[in-house]
């Protein structure tokens, strides 16, 4: 996957680099200062605004809410120190048969 989208690695780094240091990444450092519930809150309130553009929005809507979605997860994965990669392999072993 990140060779194909190696900004999602590079998004992840600046992640990791922004939990650990006070870093260059002062935006996503503090999303992190604020706290794992308000994360989660972040997160799941992208979540219903793209289940709503699911249904009745455009695929433009549905899509930036997608990715609304993904970049808070991300924050909450790193957040409890996991990456990406870690729940891919958990559908890898899934699905081994797909």
């Avoid at 549905?62 to 993904?70: G, I, K, N, T, Y």
Wanted: charged share 35%; no cysteine.
């Amino acid at each position: 996957m990140s060779k194909k989208f190696p900004f999602l690695k590079k998004l992840e780094h600046q992640m990791e680099e922004a939990k650990l240091n006070d870093s260059e990444y002062k935006r996503i450092r503090k999303k992190y200062r604020s706290g794992a519930a308000q994360i989660a809150k972040k997160m799941g309130e992208e979540a219903v605004e793209m289940v709503i553009a699911s249904g009745e929005e455009s695929d433009e809507d549905f899509l930036e809410e997608s990715a609304d979605v993904l970049y808070y997860y991300l924050l909450a994965l790193h957040n409890r120190g996991f990456s990406l990669r870690d729940v891919l392999l958990i559908l890898k072993n899934r699905h081994k048969d797909a």
